[in-house]
């Protein structure tokens, strides 16, 4: 896991591609900017503990009219860190900003100056080397890259994602316009474009990539959004362009005399960039001779992944009689096939690679966790930690991460113990470590702040509700029972890097008590179309979410039932084999995954109903309480889905805490 950032500033960003009645706000610098570089890179350094560096791509546009010649230049340098005062120019010449002057008494009467401010943190996880972002090339091209080679481009166990897809992007050709379906004429053979390199990756993902020799960012996230990458677009309060991969706590949000307008101002600052690839390139303006960015979105050249967008299933609707023969015959042809495409997903997830041979030259591999499991001892947890089973070394050790909000009486503590007895039944040899995190939300008015920033733009309780169970199971510190003590209770703190998380099983195979409404009311097609809705906007809803909060303990989630084999056996399965909503809950909903715990022995897991985490950690129940004052007034008030800003004094509660 990384955290990625990008400030553009000096150049005029149009949008009109994207939103035709865009108009470019001037650029210039924000009379007070709520987001400074250094409150993002403390942002990132969280999520990338290993290592934190910055570049910056300084654009000089001069035009001369010496000697009765109108002549343009574009000029480029590199940078390092927070400033330089030289730009490459085509011959290769530097130029010094004391020079400016000079310069124009020559004849160069028209100067426009850009920035383009890189920052990358890493956790590293490949590679046998350590690699710093920005990455940069002999050519002068920039990557900043967070995410996960799993498969569509060939990766050794000994490299690294980020120095691989580099060396890849550097191969690509300078053209913009570029599909699946033309060459452009300025690409050489067996040349490839940016868009076709990324559309072959499989993992999840997010980038910002300059590329030199055509002037033109890159940047995008995967088709399903399992990577977060936030984006402000110019406005006319602040005209710069930024990218992150999480909104920074604003310093000015740590003072006492912190208006809730500036709160609500940070709240509205970013937003959840949409899955795609995106481009602009930077020219100079004939109008006025300002640095210009135009912005485009490009296609997928892939056209599976286009088809897995679209997500459409081939067979929706059963025939008469076919689903009273499948209830008798009950054939587990189809629960085969998806038990082996996640145990295969859970494998690429879990491979050996630096962060175990690094780690267990200090540890071992006994007393050591490579890979934890966010853990409810629902279905889908349950699944996960028994593939994990299956797919690592029998002397590493599987931290299950369980929190609660009430103690022993939460659901999802009773069914952690319990899951965690049926997994010690069917692999008695693995050394299971079930670490009980308790959290009392009154005392966490800090955490609860840090949090709020976290899940921006998300701001609903729900939101916040879960981001803040989401944030304290990946700190992994709680306690743990070591029987070698006679039963005793540690503290312990897990030390896993890799944290395997269940989102997309619900979606995918109709988990969702409210698909049993749609079900009831519009059969078969009816519920089709609500779950397609929910994949295809999970990227806003849940992933980005999701992802910055885990990634804010230098922990780094990973999705086996978002892995695009897995989704396209699910997609290839009929619906009716994938859930039988006439059937009651434990049994009709998740079908197909409680036939897939069935078949690894996980019988007492195969029964269980679904429950959200807000509900089965309690943390929902507290919320209600101490925000609405009781269950009851928090349901008439539909609390889960009311704005965290627009229903009471949320902020002044935090300062007066």
Same mark, same amino acid.
């Given at each position: 896991?990384?955290?990625?950032?990008?400030?553009?500033?000096?150049?005029?960003?149009?949008?009109?591609? $994207?939103?035709?009645?865009?108009?470019?706000?001037?650029?210039?610098?924000?009379?007070?900017?709520?987001?400074?570089?250094?409150?993002?890179?403390?942002?990132?350094?969280?999520?990338?503990?290993?290592?934190?560096?910055?570049?910056?791509?300084?654009?000089?546009?001069?035009?001369?009219?010496?000697?009765?010649?109108?002549?343009?230049?574009?000029?480029?340098?590199?940078?390092?860190?927070?400033?330089?005062?030289?730009?490459?120019?085509?011959?290769?010449?530097?130029? $010094?900003?004391?020079?400016?002057?000079?310069?124009?008494?020559?004849?160069?009467?028209?100067?426009? %100056?850009?920035? $383009?401010?890189?920052?990358g943190?890493?956790?590293?996880?490949?590679?046998?080397?350590?690699?710093?972002?920005p990455?940069?090339?002999?050519? +002068?091209?920039?990557?900043?890259?967070?995410?996960?080679?799993?498969?569509?481009?060939?990766?050794?166990?000994?490299?690294?994602?980020?120095?691989?897809?580099?060396?890849?992007?550097?191969?690509?050709?300078?053209?913009?316009?570029?599909?699946?379906n033309?060459?452009?004429?300025?690409?050489?053979?067996?040349?490839?474009?940016?868009?076709?390199?990324?559309?072959?990756?499989?993992?999840?993902?997010?980038?910002?990539?300059?590329?030199?020799?055509?002037?033109?960012?890159?940047?995008?996230?995967?088709?399903?959004?399992?990577?977060?990458?936030?984006?402000?677009?110019?406005?006319?309060?602040?005209?710069?362009?930024?990218?992150?991969?999480?909104?920074?706590?604003?310093s000015? %949000?740590?003072?006492?005399? %912190?208006?809730?307008?500036?709160?609500?101002?940070?709240?509205?600052?970013?937003?959840?960039?949409?899955?795609?690839?995106?481009?602009?390139?930077?020219?100079?303006?004939?109008?006025?001779?300002?640095?210009?960015?135009?912005?485009?979105?490009?296609?997928?050249?892939?056209?599976?992944?286009e088809?897995?967008?679209?997500w459409?299933?081939?067979?929706?609707?059963?025939?008469?009689?076919?689903?009273?023969?499948?209830?008798e015959?009950?054939?587990?042809?189809?629960?085969?096939?998806?038990?082996?495409?996640?145990?295969?997903?859970?494998?690429?997830?879990?491979?050996?690679?630096?962060?175990?041979?690094?780690?267990?030259?200090?540890?071992?591999?006994?007393?050591?966790?490579?890979?934890?499991?966010?853990?409810?001892?629902?279905?889908?947890?349950?699944?996960?930690?028994?593939?994990?089973?299956?797919c690592?070394?029998?002397?590493?050790?599987?931290?299950?991460?369980?929190?609660?909000f009430d103690?022993?009486?939460?659901?999802?503590?009773?069914?952690?113990?319990?899951?965690?007895?049926?997994?010690?039944?069917?692999?008695?040899?693995?050394?299971?470590?079930?670490?009980?995190?308790?959290?009392?939300?009154?005392?966490?008015?800090?955490?609860?702040?840090h949090?709020?920033?976290?899940?921006?733009?998300?701001?609903?309780?729900?939101?916040?509700?879960?981001?803040?169970?989401?944030?304290?199971?990946?700190?992994?510190?709680g306690?743990?029972?070591?029987?070698?003590?006679?039963?005793?209770?540690?503290?312990?703190?897990?030390?896993?890097?890799?944290?395997?998380?269940?989102?997309?099983?619900?979606?995918?195979?109709?988990?969702? +008590?409210?698909? /049993?409404?749609?079900?009831?009311?519009?059969s078969?097609?009816?519920?089709?179309?609500?779950? /397609?809705?929910?994949?295809?906007?999970?990227?806003?809803?849940?992933?980005?979410?999701?992802?910055?909060?885990?990634?804010?303990?230098?922990?780094?989630?990973?999705?086996?039932?978002?892995?695009?084999?897995?989704?396209?056996?699910?997609?290839?399965?009929?619906?009716?084999?994938?859930?039988?909503?006439?059937?009651?809950?434990?049994?009709?909903? /998740?079908?197909?995954l409680?036939?897939?715990?069935?078949?690894?022995?996980?019988?007492?897991?195969?029964?269980?109903?679904?429950?959200?985490?807000? %509900?089965?950690?309690?943390?929902?129940?507290?919320?209600?309480?101490?925000?609405?004052?009781?269950?009851?007034?928090?349901?008439?008030?539909?609390?889960?889905?009311?704005?965290?800003?627009?229903?009471?004094?949320?902020?002044? /509660?935090l300062?007066?805490?």
């Amino acid at each position: 896991m990384c955290g990625i950032a990008l400030i553009v500033s000096g150049i005029r960003i149009d949008l009109s591609n $994207l939103i035709p009645e865009y108009v470019s706000p001037h650029s210039q610098p924000p009379e007070q900017m709520l987001f400074h570089i250094d409150d993002i890179k403390v942002a990132l350094h969280r999520r990338g503990p290993d290592n934190i560096g910055s570049k910056n791509v300084f654009i000089s546009f001069k035009q001369s009219f010496a000697v009765g010649v109108e002549q343009d230049m574009l000029l480029v340098e590199l940078g390092e860190g927070e400033a330089s005062h030289h730009f490459r120019t085509s011959s290769g010449y530097l130029l $010094l900003e004391s020079e400016a002057s000079s310069r124009r008494a020559n004849g160069f009467n028209h100067e426009s %100056f850009g920035q $383009l401010h890189f920052v990358g943190a890493t956790l590293q996880l490949r590679g046998t080397k350590p690699v710093v972002q920005p990455l940069v090339d002999l050519s +002068g091209n920039i990557l900043v890259y967070n995410g996960e080679i799993f498969g569509g481009i060939y990766i050794s166990r000994e490299s690294n994602d980020s120095e691989l897809l580099m060396q890849y992007l550097g191969q690509c050709c300078s053209c913009i316009s570029h599909d699946q379906n033309s060459k452009h004429h300025s690409c050489k053979e067996g040349e490839t474009s940016v868009p076709q390199v990324l559309s072959r990756i499989k993992g999840p993902w997010a980038l910002i990539y300059w590329q030199n020799s055509s002037k033109t960012l890159w940047f995008g996230r995967d088709a399903f959004g399992r990577r977060s990458l936030l984006v402000h677009w110019p406005t006319p309060q602040d005209s710069r362009l930024l990218l992150a991969s999480v909104s920074p706590l604003s310093s000015e %949000f740590e003072s006492s005399d %912190f208006e809730e307008s500036k709160a609500m101002g940070q709240l509205n600052f970013w937003e959840e960039l949409p899955c795609g690839i995106y481009s602009i390139s930077i020219s100079c303006s004939r109008i006025d001779g300002c640095l210009v960015g135009e912005l485009k979105k490009h296609n997928w050249t892939d056209s599976s992944v286009e088809e897995l967008i679209h997500w459409e299933r081939a067979s929706v609707q059963p025939e008469a009689g076919e689903l009273s023969m499948l209830r008798e015959k009950a054939p587990l042809e189809p629960s085969h096939k998806v038990l082996t495409a996640l145990r295969e997903a859970v494998m690429r997830r879990t491979v050996l690679s630096r962060i175990y041979e690094t780690v267990s030259l200090v540890h071992g591999h006994k007393g050591y966790a490579p890979v934890a499991v966010l853990f409810s001892g629902g279905l889908d947890s349950m699944i996960l930690s028994a593939l994990l089973h299956q797919c690592l070394d029998p002397e590493y050790e599987i931290d299950l991460l369980n929190v609660s909000f009430d103690g022993l009486s939460a659901p999802d503590r009773i069914s952690a113990r319990a899951g965690l007895k049926e997994l010690q039944k069917i692999a008695p040899s693995r050394r299971w470590k079930l670490v009980e995190i308790d959290a009392d939300l009154m005392k966490l008015t800090s955490e609860m702040k840090h949090v709020l920033s976290l899940i921006s733009p998300s701001k609903t309780y729900m939101d916040l509700n879960i981001g803040l169970a989401l944030w304290l199971a990946a700190g992994g510190e709680g306690w743990i029972y070591e029987w070698s003590l006679s039963g005793q209770q540690i503290k312990y703190k897990s030390e896993a890097r890799i944290l395997l998380v269940g989102s997309g099983a619900d979606e995918q195979c109709a988990g969702y +008590g409210r698909y /049993k409404t749609k079900f009831r009311n519009g059969s078969w097609l009816a519920l089709h179309e609500e779950m /397609k809705l929910d994949m295809q906007r999970i990227w806003k809803r849940n992933l980005g979410r999701d992802d910055r909060c885990i990634a804010d303990n230098g922990k780094e989630a990973r999705f086996p039932f978002l892995d695009e084999d897995v989704i396209r056996t699910l997609l290839d399965i009929p619906l009716w084999e994938i859930a039988d909503l006439d059937q009651p809950n434990g049994i009709g909903d /998740k079908k197909i995954l409680r036939e897939v715990a069935q078949l690894l022995g996980l019988s007492g897991a195969a029964v269980l109903p679904k429950r959200a985490i807000q %509900f089965g950690t309690r943390i929902a129940r507290e919320s209600n309480r101490k925000n609405f004052g009781s269950n009851r007034a928090a349901n008439q008030a539909s609390a889960g889905s009311v704005d965290i800003y627009g229903s009471s004094n949320f902020l002044p /509660k935090l300062h007066e805490s």
